[in-house]
T-cell receptor
Framework: GQNIDQPTEMTATEGAIVQINCTYQTSGFNGLFWYQQHAGEAPTFLSYNVLDGLEEKGRFSSFLSRSKGYSYLLLKELQMKDSASYLCAVNPSGAGSYQLTFGKGTKLSVIP | NAGVTQTPKFRILKIGQSMTLQCTQDMNHNYMYWYRQDPGMGLKLIYYSVGAGITDKGEVPNGYNVSRSTTEDFPLRLELAAPSQTSVYFC?????????FGSGTQLSVL
């Protein structure tokens, strides 16, 4: 079976750093995606990790440990516009086809 | 740069009606997908396609059909709408390392 867990809600202060964790148990693994989704909008791509380690993209970083079935998304210098849901998704299928299994998402609220 | 385009954005159906959700992409991607998103739940894969003429079921295919006659288009068909199909539907296409979503269709079945 497929199981992806992430916290339901988080609150953080503008300018601070927040880490959103994701743990997974899936029948296969060919990469992990993070998406941002503002209310009423489509998910937008943030990162894709295939190998262990940290990948940094501006204010956003994503970490993966395949042996622990664990990933996190790190958001630095939080801005009000970062208030959104953050979706963790695993690709359990073969490389090339992204039949993703999604977690339920973490709703992040950034407060002044 | 259009990307993945879905129509309509909103639709209300009566139980038993049928409709087609349209999806087209201009990125020449072979892989396309249909997901549904219900409140408080993760996105669920309905159907996917690895190229023109090839489709396969995802996690929740019951009540839906798809076709892929061209690389660009991947319509999703609801034959006999049921209240359980009330959801937001997202079409997507992928290239290596990235999955692009359309803007979504909010469907209500009453």
């Amino acid at each position: 079976g497929q199981n992806i867990d992430q916290p339901t809600e988080m609150t953080a202060t503008e300018g601070a750093i927040v880490q959103i964790n994701c743990t997974y148990q899936t029948s296969g693994f060919n990469g992990l995606f993070w998406y941002q989704q503002h209310a009423g909008e489509a998910p937008t791509f943030l990162s894709y990790n295939v190998l262990d380690g940290l990948e940094e993209k501006g204010r956003f970083s994503s970490f993966l440990s395949r042996s622990k079935g664990y990933s996190y998304l790190l958001l630095k210098e939080l801005q009000m516009k970062d208030s959104a849901s953050y979706l963790c998704a695993v690709n359990p299928s073969g490389a090339g086809s992204y039949q993703l299994t999604f977690g339920k998402g973490t709703k992040l609220s950034v407060i002044p | 740069n259009a990307g993945v385009t879905q129509t309509p954005k909103f639709r209300i159906l009566k139980i038993g009606q049928s409709m087609t959700l349209q999806c087209t992409q201009d990125m020449n991607h072979n892989y396309m997908y249909w997901y549904r998103q219900d409140p408080g739940m993760g996105l669920k894969l309905i159907y996917y396609s690895v190229g023109a003429g090839i489709t396969d079921k995802g996690e929740v295919p019951n009540g839906y059909n798809v076709s892929r006659s061209t690389t660009e288009d991947f319509p999703l068909r609801l034959e006999l709408a049921a209240p359980s199909q009330t959801s937001v539907y997202f079409c997507a296409s992928s290239s290596p390392g990235e999955l692009f979503f359309g803007s979504g269709t909010q469907l209500s079945v009453l």
